[in-house]
């Protein structure tokens, strides 16, 4: 029992610089498992390394309630309707694979201030309104640390008198409108990668210049896709 102690006791002598490397030997979630709720300070550790969470403890209430503030990585690949989205209050990372309506609808600048990767999905066909309210929320510049977002459920239509995003470098959507690809992009003046699910009428007629690009993808319905109509495309990858 003694010997317990003592390495407890030489544990907690150690600095903060040297329980943050050695954290980046563990996984989000094994962070969380192994030094969550010890004591005050382990706490502040883990909010700055960052712990996980996966499907399993986003089930276990009493762990999420307690260590909210310092769950800095979410991945869900299940659906899990207990999980509080309003107290993630520290999260950099968020994916969830059955993302729910009323779990959509709570993701905000406000309690998610760091965010800076977002992934969602949903087996569900009927959340469009959902999916373009986050949507116009991230092109008006909130969720200012957001570096990558992967929605590929929401579609740009509707959406009028962004202010844009300058943060944001991967972008996968759902549907774009040919006619409107040069308003998308010039909303995202940093923007390096892009995925379209959908992209409808094409091909794109626009003279399109891009100072970032570098990767673009599009999903097009039975369409033969002539030389000719790439040219505008060439000029928006520098």
Same mark, same amino acid.
């Given at each position: 029992m003694s010997n317990v102690h003592t390495l407890a006791s030489c544990l907690e002598q150690l600095p903060d610089e040297l329980w943050l490397l050695m954290l980046t030997y563990l996984t989000p979630s094994d962070r969380l498992l192994a030094f969550g709720s010890l004591n005050f300070r382990l706490n502040t550790i883990l909010c700055e390394a960052g712990a996980g969470v996966n499907d399993v403890m986003a089930r276990d209430s009493c762990l999420m309630y307690e260590m909210s503030s310092c769950i800095a990585l979410v991945n869900l690949q299940h659906r899990c309707e207990i999980i509080d989205m309003y107290s993630l209050n520290n999260i950099r990372s968020l994916t969830m694979r059955h993302i729910m309506r009323h779990q959509i609808i709570a993701i905000d600048p406000i309690y998610m201030p760091n965010l800076t990767v977002l992934r969602l999905s949903s087996p569900s066909d009927t959340l469009e309104t959902c999916y373009a309210r986050l949507l116009e929320l991230i092109l008006n510049q909130n969720f200012r640390s957001l570096v990558s977002m992967h929605l590929p459920q929401a579609e740009f239509f509707g959406i009028? #008198? !962004?202010? *844009?995003? =300058?943060? /944001?470098? %991967?972008?996968? +959507? *759902?549907? !774009? %409108? =040919?006619? %409107?690809? =040069?308003? /998308? +992009?010039?909303? /995202?003046? #940093? /923007? +390096?990668?892009l995925e379209i699910r959908h992209l409808i009428s094409w091909p794109i007629r626009q003279t399109i210049t891009h100072k970032k690009i570098r990767y673009l993808k599009f999903h097009i319905d039975a369409h033969s896709i002539e030389m000719e109509d790439t040219d505008a495309l060439k000029a928006a990858a520098p």
């Open positions: 009028y #008198n !962004c202010t *844009g995003h =300058s943060s /944001l470098q %991967r972008v996968t +959507i *759902g549907a !774009c %409108r =040919s006619s %409107r690809f =040069s308003t /998308l +992009i010039d909303l /995202l003046p #940093n /923007l +390096i990668t």
